[in-house]
């Protein structure tokens, strides 16, 4: 009997404490209040969209440089020393304006060596003139007395040789006046020759002075005061101010989605003033073997802003693809996080995170964190939070 009151008194020690946790946990159970959800503000007149899968244009982007339409390097044709240089880097210049100058003593002086030739063959051809003038009165006359003694001869009134010597001077005389005449020509040749010469130097004595070809800016000046020009040197380089174009490199997978007077855009980051229409004007119909890419000019509508040696990159179309897209006004920035607003069943406010992809016109490429069919918020607003209560417009 005992042994009985001990077992039932160990049994007790060992299923009090369970006893014990279970009521316990019962109790808490009962007396714990259940959680509420806390209801957000409610935000109204909100703009809601919803995501559509649409066929977008698919592009390809070409990296170019900007140039100028008319691009001049200025040399000089003859040898001297640059005695002026009236322009420096970024001066405006119109079409006609002096820009540089080169010492013209020597020029002068091949002018007044060319101007003295043709006096000299002035003088000569003068002096052949008159020689042949003379020749052709001698001519005249050994003629009239050939043909007296030939009627003298067929009558027998003269000697046989008389007739020769008269016969004689005949052939000397006509000599002569060929031989005038030729000196002539020659002295007309060197005339001739004597004008062109001054000319070639007065076209030189041109040269000394460098004018500005067009209108344009001055982007590089390579010479000054005192320098030596010798034929061939480089002297300054000069740009126009408007119609500029786009140099464009275009792999040979692409050559086929282009064709001239075709309109594509053209950004240039650094004017940060949004893609520009641009037309192309030229495919150079041959490719580089090395790099297996072909130069594409794209001329781009006046923009005071753009600069010669700017970078671009040129949107080349090439087909259509299918994309999931929202407004980009949509989208909310947090920190380095990119998300929207989506509206559940209930209308409230859920911040989703998503994976932009590339922006096309107006509208955001989704790549994940969003499915055709989901509302989202189009214009959010700084009060809207996550969880609040969205009226729609």
């Known amino acids: 009997m005992h042994k009985k009151k001990k077992v039932v008194k160990h049994l007790l020690h060992g299923f009090l404490p369970i006893l014990v946790s279970i009521f316990v946990l019962s109790c808490s159970e009962k007396t714990e209040p259940e959680p509420s959800e806390k209801s957000g503000p409610i935000i109204k007149d909100v703009s809601v969209a919803t995501a559509h899968i649409t066929d977008q244009p698919r592009f390809y982007d070409a990296v170019g440089t900007v140039r100028a339409g008319i691009s001049s390097d ?17 001066d405006l210049v119109k079409k006609g304006e002096v820009l540089l100058i080169i010492d013209q003593r020597q020029v002068n ?3 007044h060596k060319s101007e003295a030739g043709l006096s000299v063959a002035k003088k000569a051809f003068a002096s052949a003139a008159s020689t042949r003038d003379a020749a052709s009165a001698e ?16 009558k027998n009134m003269i000697s046989l040789q008389a007739f020769d010597e008269v016969e004689t001077r005949y052939s000397k005389a006509k000599a002569s006046l060929a031989k005038a005449e030729a000196l002539m020509d020659a002295a007309e040749a060197g005339i001739e020759e004597a004008e062109a010469t001054l000319t070639a130097v007065g076209v030189t004595s041109k040269d000394a002075v460098i ?3 067009h209108d344009g800016i001055i982007t590089g000046k390579f010479v000054d005061k005192g320098d030596l020009a010798s034929p061939g040197t480089r002297l300054l380089a000069l740009e126009t101010t408007r119609g500029f174009c786009v140099d464009m490199v275009l792999p040979e997978t692409y050559i086929d989605h282009i064709q001239p007077q075709q309109q594509v855009f053209v950004t240039v980051p650094a004017l940060k003033t949004g893609p520009l229409e641009g037309t192309v004007c030229t495919i150079v119909p041959s490719g580089d073997p090395r790099s297996r890419s072909f130069i594409v000019k794209i ?35 947090r920190g380095q996080l990119t998300g929207i607003y989506l509206l559940d069943n209930n209308n409230i406010a859920r911040y989703r995170l ?14 994940s964190g ?24």
């Open 74 to 90: 200025l040399s000089s044709k003859l040898l001297g020393t640059i005695e002026a240089v009236r322009v420096r880097e970024g």
């Open 139 to 154: 001519e005249k006359l050994a003629l009239a007395t050939y043909k007296r003694y030939l009627q003298l001869k067929e």
């Open 299 to 333: 001329n781009l509508p006046i923009d005071l802003s753009v600069r010669s040696g700017m970078f671009a990159r040129v949107q080349i179309p090439t087909g259509v693809s299918r994309k999931l897209t929202i407004n980009k006004r949509s989208v909310v920035s």
């Open 354 to 367: 998503i994976r932009p992809g590339k922006v096309l016109g107006d509208q955001l490429e989704v790549l």
């Open 109 to 111: 002086a091949n002018v």
């Open 211 to 213: 004018t500005a070809p």
């Open 370 to 393: 969003l499915k055709e069919g989901d509302r989202y918020i189009k214009e959010p607003t700084p009060e809207l939070s996550d969880g609040a209560l969205v009226v729609a417009q």
